[in-house]
C-alpha cells in the first residue's frame, strides 16, 4: 500500500518546470521541524540539478553530469547540528570550530546543508532570487570541477578559483557583483586565506573576461598559475 501511494507523489517544481512532474531519485533527510518544507526542498534539489545540468551542456561536459553526484541529502533546521554532522561525518577532530558561513558540502556522494531559512539567517547578504537552490548547485558544480580534472582534486587551483567556479556555475550573486579595483582583484588573487564568496564571484568573471574557462580550469593546476593570469591581455 505503501509503495502505492509513493507512486503518485509527483512533485510540481516552478513555473519553469511546470510541465514536468519528477521527484529527487535519491533519499533526503530532513530535520524533524522541516518536514512541512519537504516539497519546496525536493524541488530546490531537481531545480539545481537543471541549473548545473544546462550549465555543463553550455561547455560540452554533458557526459560528466550524467552520473548523479547526490546518493542521499540531509538538510538541518540549526546550524549547531549541521556542524556537529559535519564535523563527525568529515572526520574532523571534536569540537573542531568550523567557518561561520558553512552552511554545505558535498562529500563522498553526501550532500548535507542548512534548511534554506537557517541559510538566509545565517547569511543575509548572501541572500538573492533561489539562493538555496544555487547553494545546492554550487555543491555539485565543486563535483564537477573534479570530474573535469578526471578526478584530481588537488588540481581544483587556488581557494579563489576554485569557489569562483562554483560560484559562476550556479549563477550565484550574477545581479550584486561588487566593484572591485585591478589591485583589489590581484590582492585576492595571491591571497591563501578563504574570503568574500560575492568577490570571488567578480574576481572570476574578470579573468573569464580574458581567457576561456578551459584553459583556466588547466592553468589553475599549474604552479605558474598566477603568472599566466598576469600574461593575459
Ligand atoms: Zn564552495
Same mark, same amino acid.
Given at each position: 500500500?505503501?509503495?502505492?501511494?509513493?507512486?503518485?507523489?509527483?512533485?510540481?517544481?516552478?513555473?519553469?518546470?511546470?510541465?514536468?512532474?519528477?521527484?529527487?531519485?535519491?533519499?533526503?533527510?530532513?530535520?524533524?521541524?522541516?518536514?512541512?518544507?519537504?516539497?519546496?526542498?525536493?524541488?530546490?534539489?531537481?531545480?539545481?540539478?537543471?541549473?548545473?545540468?544546462?550549465?555543463?551542456?553550455?561547455?560540452?561536459?554533458?557526459?560528466?553530469?550524467?552520473?548523479?553526484?547526490?546518493?542521499?541529502?540531509?538538510?538541518?533546521?540549526?546550524?549547531?547540528?549541521?556542524?556537529?554532522?559535519?564535523?563527525?561525518?568529515?572526520?574532523?577532530?571534536?569540537?573542531? !570550530?568550523?567557518?561561520?558561513? $558553512?552552511?554545505?558540502? @558535498?562529500? &563522498?556522494?553526501? /550532500? *548535507?546543508? %542548512?534548511?534554506?531559512?537557517?541559510?538566509?539567517?545565517?547569511?543575509?547578504?548572501?541572500?538573492?532570487?533561489?539562493?538555496?537552490?544555487?547553494?545546492?548547485?554550487?555543491?555539485?558544480?565543486?563535483?564537477?570541477?573534479?570530474?573535469?580534472?578526471?578526478?584530481?582534486?588537488?588540481?581544483?587551483?587556488?581557494?579563489?578559483?576554485?569557489?569562483?567556479?562554483?560560484?559562476?556555475?550556479?549563477?550565484?550573486?550574477?545581479?550584486?557583483?561588487?566593484?572591485?579595483?585591478?589591485?583589489?582583484?590581484?590582492?585576492?588573487?595571491?591571497?591563501?586565506?578563504?574570503?568574500?564568496?560575492? !568577490?570571488?564571484?567578480?574576481? $572570476?568573471?574578470?579573468? @573569464?573576461? &580574458?581567457?576561456? /574557462? *578551459?584553459? %583556466?580550469?588547466?592553468?589553475?593546476?599549474?604552479?605558474?598559475?598566477?603568472?599566466?593570469?598576469?600574461?593575459?591581455?
Amino acid at each position: 500500500m505503501k509503495s502505492f501511494l509513493i507512486g503518485f507523489l509527483f512533485i510540481i517544481c516552478g513555473a519553469a518546470l511546470a510541465n514536468s512532474l519528477r521527484e529527487p531519485t535519491f533519499k533526503i533527510i530532513l530535520s524533524k521541524s522541516l518536514e512541512g518544507e519537504r516539497e519546496v526542498i525536493s524541488c530546490a534539489f531537481l531545480n539545481a540539478q537543471t541549473r548545473l545540468t544546462t550549465f555543463a551542456g553550455k561547455f560540452d561536459w554533458n557526459h560528466l553530469v550524467k552520473k548523479p553526484f547526490i546518493k542521499e541529502a540531509r538538510i538541518f533546521d540549526s546550524k549547531v547540528e549541521f556542524d556537529k554532522f559535519a564535523t563527525e561525518f568529515l572526520g574532523y577532530p571534536p569540537n573542531t !570550530k568550523l567557518p561561520e558561513l $558553512f552552511s554545505a558540502a @558535498l562529500e &563522498k556522494e553526501a /550532500l *548535507f546543508a %542548512l534548511s534554506p531559512k537557517v541559510y538566509k539567517s545565517l547569511y543575509p547578504d548572501g541572500q538573492e532570487p533561489d539562493s538555496f537552490e544555487k547553494l545546492i548547485t554550487h555543491e555539485m558544480a565543486h563535483r564537477l570541477h573534479v570530474r573535469i580534472l578526471n578526478g584530481n582534486e588537488e588540481e581544483m587551483g587556488p581557494i579563489w578559483f576554485f569557489e569562483g567556479f562554483a560560484i559562476y556555475a550556479a549563477d550565484q550573486f550574477a545581479d550584486s557583483l561588487p566593484n572591485l579595483s585591478e589591485a583589489e582583484i590581484w590582492t585576492i588573487v595571491e591571497s591563501p586565506i578563504r574570503g568574500s564568496y560575492k !568577490k570571488y564571484a567578480t574576481v $572570476f568573471r574578470f579573468f @573569464l573576461n &580574458k581567457t576561456t /574557462l *578551459f584553459d %583556466l580550469i588547466s592553468y589553475a593546476a599549474q604552479p605558474n598559475f598566477v603568472e599566466w593570469l598576469h600574461s593575459l591581455k
